[in-house]
């Protein structure tokens, strides 16, 4: 199914870029450096959820699978 696929590659991403944060924060990166990951980190979550919601209104259901 093309929803879990895009799901599925988007919180993959969002998980490395969880992970980026981390280890850019234990080197005490730079904070733009820091942001601009946070920032990307954000974006990808809210695709997340924009495409939870419109599954959730296509389908005439709540997805609990979360």
Same mark, same amino acid.
Request: zero cysteines.
């Given at each position: *199914?093309? /929803?879990? =696929? +895009?799901?599925?590659? #988007?919180?993959? +991403?969002?998980?490395? #870029?969880?992970? =980026? @944060?981390?280890?850019?924060?234990?080197?005490?990166?730079?904070? /733009?450096? @820091? *942001? +601009?990951?946070?920032?990307?980190? #954000? #974006? @990808?979550?809210d695709e997340i959820n924009r495409l939870y919601a419109q %599954?959730?209104?296509?389908?005439?259901?709540? %997805? /609990?699978? =979360?």
């Open positions: *199914m093309e /929803f879990q =696929r +895009k799901i599925k590659h #988007l919180e993959g +991403k969002h998980q490395k #870029l969880h992970k =980026r @944060v981390e280890a850019l924060e234990a080197e005490n990166a730079p904070e /733009f450096s @820091v *942001m +601009k990951a946070k920032k990307e980190k #954000l #974006l @990808v979550k %599954y959730e209104s296509d389908s005439g259901i709540e %997805y /609990f699978g =979360r």
